[in-house]
């Protein structure tokens, strides 16, 4: 009797097992992370006899989790990339609705300065208009700042999210190792002897975690698991925790660069390109794509309207008759570290991009990149300096002793959107007229029968006197032979089959009279000074004009007609090919057009993100979730089965008192 009572107290243990294990699953049904459970029975060493075995009952071998580490890895890669699109969108989304605004956005302004412009050439000699044309400068300069001032609010708050997605790494990293120093205990029996809840908030806290930063996990023979992040530092390994730091940037010091510090305090600073996915993928990944390139561009529209307008001021005379200044003034490009005996400058800003700049010493000679992009030639001119990229670069050869090893960091657009300004006050001094104005020489008619559209091009030269104003003796253009002379200078013609200027000034008033141009260049350079005109009508021998400085006070609009055409010339993104490709108003556009694209392909991969851990976290569920209604049926039974243990016990019971009775 007491192998039968033996056979029901295993049953009886077995089913008691099961009715735990149940409930278990069933109390934990909602709890985030929970793998159910299950008891895995077996049957207990048969007795041997001498007409066969018969068996002893069962008993409990474990208690596992259903849990599959390939549908755990979906989980976790759909997890980690949905979390990097979800940051990145919640930051891109602040530029995008900051540039889709058409009141706030730099169009209006642009347009409006443009159009204080065209004002002013109708009417050169009114000084409201002039007035006019500075209020409507002030007013997009003060877009220009606000616009980088709420850029500048947007990458505080990217860095100080960074600094707080970096603390909560750390946090998990550390439950994790702690965790993984009491699962070893639990399961000092041997890894067959699982601690299954212990596992299954060590999962999650991986989970957690590789929301925050995409891991990879390997469990060692002891139980632990080891927490990767990058290329495969370990985050993570047993019970040792190397925790990571945002650390300033090496080159810029408003900028945090994410370093993996060592047991023993070593930092060392990891690429931006390892460091993806989760949010704190995404946050880096939204500061080097769309952010630096913003702002970047921002300043690129700034850089190039105040250089093109100042340029073209600096050809005109103002009301007063003094050669005109800087209408704008903008910063020199900024180098990051600052070093001493390093200056830079704009030199051509027609080849500037988006991109900042990286110059770095080999040892033997100066190299420099776009920051993520490819090499820019430099070239190093007479003076020691070097040119490159639409920018100069005043430096000693070989570097001075503070040259950073990582290299100079050069952002010559970063900040020209915030310092920006207006340099004129006064509206007198608004260079409206050309200094180089044309008078009958010898000539009866209208002037504009023989030459229109005086134009000066450079005026190295022209203020003989250095009083600020255009004083060059006058210039006698004369006709003769079909060829023009001039008294002092050359005189070239525009070639307009080949585009290049022609020396000699020859010109047909039977086949060049609906107009040539040409150019009258005086001096030496860099102290001289020239200006195009077009010759036209029928012009006979012994006909003369005079070039001479223009008289203060004339109604004289044509520089300002010059500064007017700027709106819609080709001035920037000149490229390789040295041939201006955009407007100011098409590379605003296309800074616009980039950000919304961009956000529109975030969102949309936000979307599939979300489908796409749906679906992974259905089909992990569907083998490790609770089903209630399953573990409903498996209370049912087992509790039959514990009743049958119950019952064989019973009978076995019933049989000994049996026998007992027997000898009575």
């Known amino acids: 009797m007491a192998g039968l009572l033996n056979i029901g107290l295993t049953g009886l243990n077995a089913a008691q097992a099961q009715l735990l294990t149940t409930g278990h699953n ?24 001498g007409v066969g075995f018969f068996g002893q009952g069962t008993q409990v071998a474990s208690v596992t989790r259903s849990y599959s580490q390939y549908l755990e890895n979906q989980v976790l890669t759909s997890s980690a990339r949905l979390s990097e699109f979800t940051a990145y969108n919640d930051q891109i989304s ?11 956005g730099l169009s209006p302004v642009l347009e409006d300065f443009f159009a204080g412009v065209q004002e002013m050439a109708s009417n050169p000699t009114s000084v409201a208009a002039r007035q006019a044309l500075i209020s409507s400068a002030e007013a997009m300069v003060s877009r220009f700042q606000t616009m980088d001032a709420r850029l500048s609010e947007i ?54 975690l590789n929301k925050l930063v995409k891991v990879s996990t390997v469990t060692e023979t002891d139980g632990s698991m080891s927490v990767f992040v990058g290329s495969g530092q370990g985050l993570v390994v047993g019970g040792t925790v190397n925790q990571l730091a945002a650390v300033q940037d090496a080159n810029d010091p408003q900028r945090h660069a ?31 794509e769309s952010l630096d390139v913003a702002q970047n561009t921002l300043g690129l529209i700034a850089v190039g309207i105040a250089e093109a307008f100042n340029a073209q001021h600096n ?37 500037l991009t988006s991109s900042d700049y990286l110059l770095e010493w080999d040892g033997a000679a100066y190299t420099m990149k776009a920051v993520g992009g490819s090499a820019i030639p430099l070239t ?26 990582t290299g100079l960091l050069i952002q010559p657009t970063r900040y020209a959107a915030n310092s920006i300004d207006v340099a ?77 200027w022609v020396a000699g000034g020859s010109y047909d008033p039977a086949s060049d009279s609906t107009g040539v141009r040409f150019r009258i260049t005086n001096g030496v350079a860099p102290n001289d000074y020239s200006f195009e005109f077009k010759a036209v009508g029928a012009w006979e021998d012994g006909e003369s004009m005079s070039f001479s400085p223009t008289a203060a006070g004339v109604a004289d609009n044509r520089n300002a007609v010059a500064l007017g055409a700027l709106q819609t010339s080709k001035q920037m993104l000149a490229g390789s090919s040295g041939t201006a490709t955009a407007t100011f108003q ?36 569907a083998l490790s979730g609770v089903n209630l209604d399953e573990e409903a049926a498996n209370l049912v039974r087992y509790q039959m089965a514990y009743q049958s243990a119950a019952k064989v016990m019973n009978v076995a019971q019933t049989l000994f008192n049996e026998v007992l009775s027997i000898g009575r």
């Open 586 to 621: 098409s590379v605003y556009a296309q800074m616009v057009t980039q950000v919304g694209n961009k956000t529109r392909e975030v969102q949309v991969n936000q979307t599939a993100q979300e489908s796409l851990l749906t679906q992974a976290t259905d089909a992990r569920d």
């Open 94 to 104: 602040q530029i995008n609705n900051l540039l889709a605004d058409s009141t706030s």
């Open 26 to 49: 069933i109390t934990n049904a909602g709890v985030e992370g929970y793998h159910r459970q299950t008891v895995i029975q077996s049957s207990n060493t048969p007795q041997f006899t």
């Open 315 to 351: 050809l005109g005379v103002d009301l007063d008759g003094v050669l005109g200044g800087d209408f704008f003034s903008i910063p020199d490009p900024a180098l990051k570290p600052a070093i001493s005996s390093a200056t830079a400058t704009i030199e051509d800003f027609s080849q």
């Open 258 to 288: 994410i370093a993996i510090i060592s047991e023993s305090g070593v930092a060392s600073v990891l690429p931006e390109s390892l460091v993806s996915g989760g949010t704190l993928g995404g946050l880096l990944a939204f500061r080097s």
């Open 155 to 208: 990458r505080e708050g990217t860095e100080g999210e960074i600094v707080s997605t970096v603390s909560q790494i750390n946090m998990y990293a550390s439950a994790i190792a702690e965790m993984n120093q009491r699962i070893a205990q639990a399961q000092v029996a041997g890894p067959s002897v699982a601690a299954n809840d212990l596992l299954d908030q060590r999962e999650q806290l991986v989970a957690e």
């Open 380 to 405: 190093q001119q007479l003076d020691g300096s070097y040119s490159g990229g639409g920018i100069n670069i005043d430096i000693p050869t070989p570097p001075p002793a503070d040259f950073p090893t």
């Open 424 to 500: 004129i006050s006064d509206p007198r001094k608004i260079a409206a007229g050309d200094p180089v104005s044309v008078a009958p020489g010898v000539y009866t008619g209208v002037v504009t029968d023989r030459i229109q559209d005086v134009k000066t091009m450079s005026i190295g030269g022209i203020d003989a006197n250095a009083d600020g104003s255009a004083d060059f003796s006058p210039i006698t253009l004369s006709f003769a032979g079909n060829t023009f002379t001039a008294s002092s200078g050359t005189i070239e013609r525009y070639d307009a089959a080949t585009g290049t």
